[in-house]
């Protein structure tokens, strides 16, 4: 069977990609391949929701029957594990092989596993799929403390979780601030002392070296030598596009996979799109960026020349009762105006730059 477009990965850039394609036509054959086995989901629920009822189907992107109706054929529980770009196929791990005229690299990225002596050790986690939080919730009743490695977005929503859950929490972070992409020492130091009032230790300039225990991880040793005692750990310090897949073949790669404005590689006939994809040296690794790109892709594989233009990175943070919301990114030395609202009350706090 001819599979006119084949989609590596099942996440938000691939379902975009597949919702513009059929937008413009309705005869292309569609073929996705998604090594989870649960339809394409709100990734971004798993640390918001943690300790909600997380069944899948209540998170999804699309509704099932989108798939039928829109003759898309998803295989689910199904793995690329080499693509020949020469006689266009893809292989799976299943042994079978599919050709495509178009393919789509959409399989995003695996949250970067830092070397930290003991990483490897039972209760040291990292949320990325539906599964890892199915694995981290059956051990979550015998868990007193948790040490959350990694003061970003994920990790201040998972303390949350964790904290609100009557779990002891703890945050270590490597730089001087929490969420130090995105806010300024002041917003930071706003958002430290909101997390701190919900009874969670932050440490700041922490850089954990080993994780401790015989099998089970029972604490943490750090560069200058403190110790934590902790008995699970949960780790988010930043992503690594899945390009491993696609090392032995010509696509140029870089930190993930080269495209340019049209979500293209350096061959024709395959495009990128999402966490695994690099544009002008920069991979995005967001929710919004991944849609607009999958979107893009989708166009010009349907044949409508579209560009994807950069926006800004916005990021939201509901949690510790505070609603903070970032656009753009925090460089001190790139901006020469700025307009603050400050009340110093710790509740409230405004900055915009230009
Ligand atoms: C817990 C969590 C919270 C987040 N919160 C936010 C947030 O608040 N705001 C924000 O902007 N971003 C957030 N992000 C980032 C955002 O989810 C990603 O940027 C976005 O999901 C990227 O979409 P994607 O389609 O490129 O890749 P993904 O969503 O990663 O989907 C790719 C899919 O491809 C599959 N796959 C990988 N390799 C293969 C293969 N060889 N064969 C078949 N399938 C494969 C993967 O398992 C995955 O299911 C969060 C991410 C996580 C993990």
Redesign the pocket.
């Known amino acids: 069977m001819n599979h006119d477009v084949v989609i ?7 379902v975009n990609a597949l919702k513009a394609i059929r937008e413009l036509n309705t005869d292309m054959n569609l073929t996705v ?4 086995s649960v339809y394409p989901y709100y ?2 629920r ?2 918001k929701s943690l300790f909600e009822d997380l069944d899948a189907n209540k998170i999804l992107l699309q509704k099932k029957e989108w798939y039928e109706q829109n003759n898309v054929n998803l295989y689910l529980g199904r ?2 594990t080499s693509i020949d770009t020469e006689n266009c196929s893809v292989h799976l791990n299943d042994g079978s092989c599919l050709n495509y005229d178009k393919l789509l690299l ?4 695996i949250n970067f596993k830092p070397p930290i002596e003991g990483i490897d050790k039972e209760n040291v986690f990292t ?3 539906f599964q890892d939080i199915q694995t981290l919730k059956a051990k979550i009743n015998d868990t007193e403390t948790i040490l959350t490695i990694g003061g970003g ?2 990790n201040l929503e998972a303390a949350w979780a964790f904290c609100s859950h009557g779990k002891k929490v703890m945050i270590a972070e490597f730089m001087d601030k929490l969420m130090p992409r995105q806010l300024d020492p002041r917003a930071s130091e706003i958002l430290k002392k909101a997390v701190e009032a919900s009874n969670v230790k932050v440490f700041l300039g922490t850089q954990v070296t080993t994780i401790t225990g015989e099998d089970k991880v029972n604490g943490v040793v750090t560069q200058s030598g403190d110790t934590f005692n902790c008995d699970m750990i949960v780790y988010s310090v930043g992503i690594r596009p ?1 390009k491993k ?1 696609y090392e032995s073949t010509s696509i140029d790669m870089n930190l993930g996979v080269v495209v340019n404005h049209h979500m293209q590689t350096s061959l024709e006939n395959i495009y990128a799109a ?3 994809a690099e544009l002008n040296g920069k991979v995005g ?4 960026i ?1 849609i607009e790109q999958g979107k893009t892709a989708g166009y010009n594989i349907a044949g409508k020349t579209t560009s994807y233009n950069s926006s800004l990175p916005v ?1 939201t943070l509901n949690a510790f009762h505070l609603d903070v919301f970032s656009v753009g990114t925090v460089d001190e030395n790139s901006y020469s105006q700025t307009l603050i609202d400050d009340p110093l009350n710790d509740q409230s706090y405004r900055k915009k730059i230009r």
């Open positions: 590596i990965g099942g996440g938000v850039a691939a391949i998604q090594n989870e990734r971004t798993l640390t793995e690329v959409a399989n995003g990225s949320i990325r799929t977005i994920q899945n897949i999402g966490d695994i690794g967001l929710w919004t991944a990021t």
